[in-house]
């Protein structure tokens, strides 16, 4: 009989080892302990804008490596895919006010600090300490476990650190530069200067912004997104495990595992016990550390702290011929400290995306000029605004990104949607500390641990991940001839 392979997680990363395992012939059960599966790629109807449909959480996926292209293009998603419009671009808000994000750069480091985008936000003297990095000593600023904040402030200056790194970080990875270790955030960065001795000229040779090069694409479209949300991708991946004989059950949770015989024995909170040859943890890292405690305590101790940052999304629907405009291009990301404003970032969602634009016209026909804009908030260390109050708070935040005044006149609804364990600090260590554990993992075929806190940020780099567990896989193994059952259940 084909081993059976148990997923805790039904999150990206849980979904894709599912049919990874599927592939390599196992029998596979995914077990999530919500309601519903995706993780951070959610869906939510607004019914007092139409029942419009709109994501909850991740809108978009990077084109970088072209991973997940290919991925939704396998589960018959491509007609789905909607490419952001084009000309627009974002902005960066700091001290200094609203300026259009500089093209070519990487994690907010720009590849041509001169260019004229960039002056605009950092100044003159800010432009010319950055341009001056290069020819610093290629191990000034650099240790292993270094800070985002320390290797930038070190290497590029204050200016860069605080206008146009820390808005990404922030914005992008809800962490404080000053806590986030660099190679983990951008491990391409990290092998660059190791490489290349000087992050500028990293940014240069991955962006192509090199002297008399052109200057890039526009920073916030290299990415995609699906018709009508991001929740199609989820959705198509849990109806391939389905419809080749998996089974996902929903609203399961695993209160704990042991080793018996051979198997793994994970018990639920249904006062049930499964037992499976293979286990993958798609879970958080906090919640893996604790199941594998008393079973594998060395793989439990070699998963490095990850805690979590809790992030608080307002959505705005308005009616508002100002914003027909697109002021702020597809969005802002903001810098910490920027007086009068809370948000960390704003997408200009129907800017953005035309499918978005459409969606809100079929849905709000009365609205001469609809329009959705969503505002995130929490940076670590930072207590979120209360549910009562945010709302409120988003249209001031928006006025004064937007440059114009947005109030409940406007409004024509309104979500709030808390992620409370989605996105993952990884400390300084967390490199290291993930090295260890890939070498512990290497010497077992019977668990796996999975997802972003591993992976990285982004659905990207799951994807990735992924892809390079299937290959490792092929590698070691000669794939067996797939002989799945022929009945899917979804519980």
């Known amino acids: 009989m ?13 979904l894709l080892a599912a049919r990874r395992h599927q592939r390599a012939g196992h029998r596979v059960v995914l077990l999530e302990a919500s309601g519903g599966l995706g993780g951070a790629i959610a869906d939510r109807t607004l019914p007092g804008a139409g029942a419009l449909a709109l994501n909850a959480g991740a809108e978009a996926y ?111 990875h809800s962490a ?72 996902v059950r929903t609203g399961t949770a695993v209160t704990g595992l042991s080793r018996e015989d051979g198997l793994w024995q994970v018990r ?59 002021p702020s291009g597809t969005g ?21 995306w035309e499918h978005v634009q459409q969606a809100l016209r079929e849905a709000l026909p009365a609205a001469a000029h609809p329009h959705l804009v969503r505002l995130s908030y929490g940076r670590p ?6 549910r009562e109050e945010i709302v409120d708070l988003a249209l001031a935040d928006a006025s004064a990104i937007l440059g114009m005044q947005l109030g409940r006149a406007q409004l024509l609804d309104a979500a709030v949607i808390d992620w409370d364990r989605a996105m993952r600090q990884a400390r300084p260590g967390h490199r290291a500390a993930l090295e260890t554990l890939t070498a512990l993992l290497a010497e077992r075929e019977d668990l796996d641990l999975v997802g972003a806190w591993r992976a990285g940020t982004g659905l990207d780099a799951i994807v990735r991940a992924d892809r390079a567990a299937a290959d490792r896989s092929t590698t070691a193994h000669s794939a067996p001839t797939h002989s799945a059952p022929t009945e899917g259940h979804h519980r």
Do not use: N, W
Request: hydrophobic share 45%; net charge positive.
């Open 332 to 352: 802002a990301l903001v810098a910490p400290g920027t007086p009068g404003i809370r948000a960390k970032a704003l997408t200009h969602a129907s800017a953005k």
């Open 176 to 247: 404080d530069p000053a806590s986030l270790e660099l190679a983990a955030a951008s491990p391409q960065l990290a092998k660059g200067l190791a490489e290349h001795g000087s992050l500028v000229r990293t940014v240069r040779r991955l962006r192509g912004t090199g002297r008399g090069a052109p200057a890039g694409a526009s920073a916030g479209t290299r990415v995609h997104s699906l018709d009508p949300t991001m929740a199609a991708l989820p959705a198509a991946l849990s109806a391939q495990v389905l419809g080749a004989g998996g089974i």
């Open 268 to 326: 639920t909170g249904r006062g049930e016990t499964l037992a499976a040859e293979h286990l993958v943890l798609a879970c958080p890292p906090d919640t893996a550390r604790t199941l594998l405690a008393g079973t594998v305590p060395e793989i439990s101790a070699a998963i490095p702290e990850a805690p979590s940052a809790a992030v608080r999304l307002v959505a705005l629907v308005l009616d508002e011929a100002a914003l027909d405009a697109f």
């Open 381 to 386: 260390g930072e207590q979120l605004p209360g």
């Open 62 to 172: 990077s084109t970088a490596s072209g991973a997940v292209d290919e991925l939704v293009a396998e589960l018959g998603l491509g007609e789905a895919v909607r490419a952001p419009r084009e000309g627009l671009g974002s902005r960066i808000v700091s001290a200094a006010g609203v300026h259009r994000a500089p093209a070519g750069s990487l994690l907010g480091v720009p590849g041509r600090p001169l260019a004229a985008d960039v002056r605009a936000v950092l100044g003159t003297a800010g432009s010319l300490r950055a341009a001056l990095e290069p020819l610093l000593p290629a191990r000034y600023g650099v240790r292993p476990g270094a800070t985002v904040a320390e290797t930038v402030r070190r290497r590029l200056g204050r200016r860069v650190l605080e206008r146009l790194v820390a808005p990404v970080v922030g914005g992008v």
């Open 2 to 14: 084909s081993p059976r392979t148990l997923v805790v997680g039904g999150g990206l990363a849980g």
